[in-house]
């Protein structure tokens, strides 16, 4: 039974540029949501996706937004990335009848400079 | 609005002695309440969590974590812990449905000193 899985692991990018990062939920999940880890803290709450629309969304700038396909995968966009996006990035899955119990992915480190 | 309050930031414990892990949330309605490990550059792994019913949750790991709604706390722990278990341990809580984004605390450095 294949977890969530994110890709890419790791990534550099330059001030000002845009990124997308990619999720794949757990078998079965359909609800997919987005965190932001910086070094040393918890996971912030970015925003909740379910049947291809944003659900919830946490107190992050519009230059954040998401996607989630038909087959419930997601992905995370961020425009014009300061330095202060460098951070880890993390997926969950979960059901939309239970969607509060989320299983994480391994993340994808982004590192803006 | 909810919040998580983790109140130690690093715990030391001698392998194969008991811990505690506090954790203590504000919430103006009904919440579910999780504990998630995080290993070294890895994601997060759900140990156990209290969504409704028996106040004693158990988890993996051999650790389990009481619910005391009059005290707002949620404490982790183990009877016997090994070195496995040196980790970042996280206290999260959610509302119902709606609501269900997880709101963290800022985490406790489990060190386990052989």
Known sequence: DAGVTQSPTHLIKTRGQQVTLRCSPKSGHDTVSWYQQALGQGPQFIFQYYEEEERQRGNFPDRFSGHQFPNYSSELNVNALLLGDSALYLCASSLFQDAATQYFGPGTRLLVL | ?114
């Not at chain 2, 550059?41 to 051999?62: A, D, P």
């Not at chain 2, 609501?99 to 000193?113: A, D, M, P, S, W």
């Open chain 2, 1 to 114: 609005a909810q919040s998580v309050t983790q109140l130690d930031s690093q715990v030391p414990v001698f392998e194969e002695a008991p811990v505690e892990l506090r954790c203590n949330y504000s919430s103006s309605v009904s919440v579910y309440l999780f504990w998630y490990v995080q290993y070294p550059n890895q994601g997060l792994q759900l140990l156990l969590k209290y969504l409704s019913g028996s106040t004693l949750v158990k988890g993996i790991n051999g650790f389990e974590a009481e619910f005391n709604k009059s005290q707002t706390s949620f404490h982790l722990r183990k009877p016997s812990v090994h070195i496995s278990d040196t980790a970042e341990y996280f206290c999260a809580v959610s509302g119902d449905f709606g609501n269900e984004k997880l709101t963290f605390g800022t985490g406790t450095r489990l060190t386990i000193i052989p």
